[in-house]
């Protein structure tokens, strides 16, 4: 079992910034790929970014060039920085984990932008 817990979410200004943050407990020796997927109010969660235990990035075309994921191995964490927030960002984004070919997830986080 793996159990995955965010922080960092909140309200935030179009054009402002903010960092995630989703620590991994539990059989976290078995994680390959961790990442951020996004469900906005009335759509369906989508792929947000991933890194795997190589370091190898993917994006979605929509936060390509504004977001950047990280994951420090030591601690067990991996974060998302999210630069020049848009209205269209605001989302619930879960963190989640493939490990042995399950995936896990985070309860969520709320992430707001609104002037």
């Known amino acids: 079992q793996v159990q995955l817990v965010e922080s960092g979410g909140g309200l935030v200004q179009p054009g402002g910034s903010l960092r995630l943050s989703c620590a991994a407990s539990?059989?976290?020796?078995?994680?390959?790929?961790m990442g951020w997927y996004r469900q906005a109010p009335g759509k369906q969660r989508e792929l947000v970014a991933t890194?795997?235990?190589?370091?190898?990035?993917n994006f979605a075309d929509s936060v390509k060039g504004r977001f950047t994921i990280s994951r420090d191995n030591s601690k067990n964490t991996v974060y998302l920085q999210m630069n020049s927030l848009k209205p269209e960002d605001t989302a619930v984004y879960y963190c989640?984990?493939?490990?042995?070919?399950?995936?896990?997830w985070g309860q969520g986080t709320q992430v707001t932008v609104s002037s």
């Open positions: 989640n984990a493939l490990a042995l070919s399950r995936g896990y």
């Open positions: 539990g059989r976290v020796f078995s994680i390959n790929v």
């Open positions: 890194i795997d235990s190589r370091g190898r990035t």
